[in-house]
């Protein structure tokens, strides 16, 4: 009877660890899904990122380009390679910061910058014109690191 229980525990453990690492890409948004609907439109399409980072002329970015769909799914990538770096979700609760939300059956392999950062991370966000997006990761253990993406015009 014992070793069933164990057994049964064992299955029903194994269900909830997957079910929720399915779902771990998936972003929750709090508050009204219409406002985040409205609010991701405006990062909606494909970005270049700048060759250096605001303040840090060391590290080279200009590698990087970041595809955002309607729906919220953004891809951050490698693009003389095509490699992805992180891959997931985004939503925008607020008017300053979004939070990304990465798969993790993807690969995750943040900016250089960023390289403390967790799978589900809010970033601050800004427009400092049209077409001109300034991303900003903030940590304990790092410095503030500022990518600048250029919108690709079509």
Not at 24 to 38: A, P, Q, W
Not at 95 to 107: F, G, H, I, P, R
Not at 108 to 129: L, V
Request: glycine share 8%; proline share 5%.
């Amino acid at each position: 009877m014992r070793k069933k229980l164990c057994g049964i525990l064992t299955v029903i453990s194994i269900l909830v660890l997957f079910t929720a690492c399915d779902n771990i890409g998936n972003v929750e948004t709090t508050g009204n899904d219409e406002l985040n609907k409205v609010r991701v439109v405006n990062f909606v399409g494909e970005w270049e990122c700048e060759e250096n980072p605001l303040n840090d002329p060391d590290n080279y970015t200009g590698y990087m380009k970041l595809i955002i769909d309607e729906d919220g799914n953004f891809r951050l990538y490698d693009g003389d390679t095509g490699e992805s770096l992180l891959e997931g979700g985004i939503a925008v609760p607020e008017n300053d910061y979004l939070v990304m939300s990465c798969n993790t059956n993807k690969n995750f392999n943040p900016p250089p910058t960023w390289d403390t950062m967790e799978i589900i991370e809010q970033i601050k966000y800004k427009f400092k014109s049209e077409g001109k997006l300034y991303l900003t990761y903030e940590s304990d253990e790092t410095p503030r690191s500022t990518l600048i993406f250029d919108k690709v015009r079509e």
